[in-house]
């Protein structure tokens, strides 16, 4: 047996059943073009009888694709078959996919034929087939529900009539990965033939399992062919995973021993794609291409990783597409993650105790939000120490109107040096203008970076935090106001942060 897993994608097919997944001919092919860059086997790219349109892609498809073999599903029948082999004639590596469900539900409810048809009509499918093309799979929908003894039989004929690739579809999800695997090994061992087909697998992911049965078909019953979609996508809960497949066999290849064509480099480009054609959108915690699958927010796996990746890591960020891992910086992280950011960042501190006041800090803001970024570690040691700075401008009260269809107004009387002052402009909105009505009368010519709202508790009644952002001369600052009014909240944050930049500048000053 060949120890060549062979990585066949149906993203465009399976994937494209998912319901809302529909894609257009163009964005077919352009997945279809990653998918090759990504040296996928087998590219099941659509069923064309299904429209004209399906067609069109597949024939798109098969006429711009050289690396991989393409492939159209087909019912058992001469008009789909004929119509999978219409559109693939212009393929490089051509493959028809023909199918007929084999499980006594399905023969008897769905198909109302009996299994002596049903098993006429595969090899009649297969025979059309194998006339038209010389590669053609074949797979017993609902293979994991039906009578071994049938199975074998109607196995057995198709590798007869020449079917060359042969598909055991766990069409429901319904399998366990024991038994998924001795499945397919007792086809194997039992169908006399069964050298001359290569086995495939096929699990949906209704039970969550579709990994881990496909693994197990390929480990205990000897399989060479996994289908697989990017992202998981696919009817219902899905198919089972591309990437997580693929680098499970490849992290594990001291179990599988298995080796494949796939360049992993191209897998988060091609999750990216596929989530962005069909808008659904790749969960954070998702194995290999989530957000969070390299990103590590709490302190004592942030120091393990950064003393030896491999600490935490058992795949390399950059050999899916990431260009590196991640440290979250957030109240659960630790003092050397945070030390190994400023050095990062190219900020020097002066003495551990320089580090321990601003480690203070970044914790005390940590517990108010729930990501630290890199801008906020530079907010947070310009601004140096909080309660060096002093209070030059105090929100006292604000006036806002504003109406439907008529731009906003706000008024806002505030202390300046110790001297009430008001200010007033409009605005976008009642933020807007409020912070122009203190601008106006201030004339900082701060430029604001980032302007952030948050509900304290969960409810309208809680109080708004609001975080402003300033940069004013290679300065950054951020001031924090809160109220259960936020255009009051983000007044009160702006003087916060023009209170900073004052302070700054005074000490700038001082210092020659
Ligand atoms: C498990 C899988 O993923 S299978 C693939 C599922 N994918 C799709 O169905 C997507 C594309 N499908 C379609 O566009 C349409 O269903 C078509 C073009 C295939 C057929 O459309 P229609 O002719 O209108 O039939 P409809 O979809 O209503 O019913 C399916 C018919 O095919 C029959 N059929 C189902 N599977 C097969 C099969 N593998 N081989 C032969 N006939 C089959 C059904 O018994 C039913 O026949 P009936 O009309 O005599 O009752
Ligand atoms: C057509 C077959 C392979 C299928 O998609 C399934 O059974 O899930």
């Not at 894609?23 to 352009?30: A, F, N, V």
């Not at 680098?247 to 989530?275: C, E, P, W």
């Not at 951020?478 to 916060?496: F, R, T």
Request: glycine share 8%.
């Amino acid at each position: 047996m060949t120890d060549q897993l062979i990585i066949f994608d149906t993203t465009l097919r399976d994937g494209e059943q998912s319901p809302g997944a529909s894609m257009t001919r163009d964005e077919k092919l352009r997945i279809a073009k990653q998918l090759e860059r990504l040296k996928v086997d087998v590219i099941e790219a659509g069923f064309p009888a299904s429209s004209n349109g399906d067609f069109e892609a597949v024939k798109a498809i098969a006429n711009a694709i050289k690396d991989s073999t393409v492939c159209g599903l087909s019912r058992a029948n001469d008009r789909d078959i004929s119509r999978a082999a219409e559109a693939l004639k212009g393929a490089a590596r051509g493959r028809i996919h023909t199918f007929i469900a084999t499980s006594p539900l399905h023969m008897e409810k769905k198909l109302r034929m009996s299994p002596d048809e049903v098993f006429e009509q595969a090899k009649l499918a297969v025979r059309f087939a194998r006339n038209q093309i010389g590669d053609v799979e074949f797979s017993p929908e609902d293979g994991y529900r039906s009578d071994m003894d049938f199975l074998c039989r109607v196995l057995e004929a198709v590798i007869a009539e020449g079917a060359t690739t042969i598909n055991v579809p766990d069409t429901v999800g319904y399998a366990i990965p024991e038994l998924y695997g001795t499945f397919i090994k007792t086809l194997r061992e039992r169908i006399p033939n069964s050298d001359k087909a290569i086995w495939s697998v096929h699990c949906h992911n209704d039970l969550g399992m579709a990994v881990a049965n496909s693994l197990a078909g390929v480990k205990i019953g000897g399989a060479r062919q996994v289908e697989c979609t990017i992202n998981g996508l696919g009817e219902r809960a899905g198919n089972c995973s591309l990437e997580e497949i693929v680098m499970a066999v490849k992290t594990r290849k001291d179990y599988f021993g298995l080796t494949m064509n796939i360049d992993t480099q191209h897998i988060l480009a091609a999750s990216r794609m596929v989530s962005q054609t069909t808008g659904f959108v790749v969960q954070p915690n998702k194995a290999v291409v989530g957000a969070n699958a390299f990103a590590h927010a709490s302190g004592i796996h942030q120091d393990g990783v950064l003393k030896a990746r491999d600490t935490y890591e058992i795949m390399r960020a950059e050999d899916v597409g990431w260009s590196h891992n991640k440290i979250v910086l957030g109240k659960l992280s630790g003092r050397n993650a945070f030390k190994q950011r400023l050095q990062d960042l190219g900020v020097s501190m002066e003495s551990e105790t320089d580090v321990n006041t601003a480690f203070a800090r970044f914790k005390e803001l940590a517990d108010r939000k729930s990501e630290i970024f890199d801008e906020d570690i530079l907010a947070l040691v310009s601004d140096e120490d909080g309660s060096h700075v002093g209070e030059q401008f105090a929100f006292v009260s604000l006036s806002q109107h504003s109406e439907t269809g008529e731009r906003p107004h706000a008024r806002v009387v505030f202390l300046a040096h110790g001297t009430e002052v008001t200010g007033e402009s409009d605005g976008n909105g009642p933020v807007d203008a409020s912070l122009k009505a203190i601008e106006s009368h201030v004339k900082s010519g701060a430029e604001m970076v980032l302007y952030s709202v948050n509900a304290i508790s969960g409810s309208t009644e809680s109080q708004g935090e609001v975080t402003v952002r300033l940069q004013n001369a290679g300065r950054v600052v951020n001031g924090v106001g809160a109220d259960p009014d936020i255009v009051v909240a983000s007044a009160k944050a702006y003087l916060s942060a023009l209170n900073k930049l004052q302070s700054q500048a005074e000490r700038i000053a001082a210092q020659g």
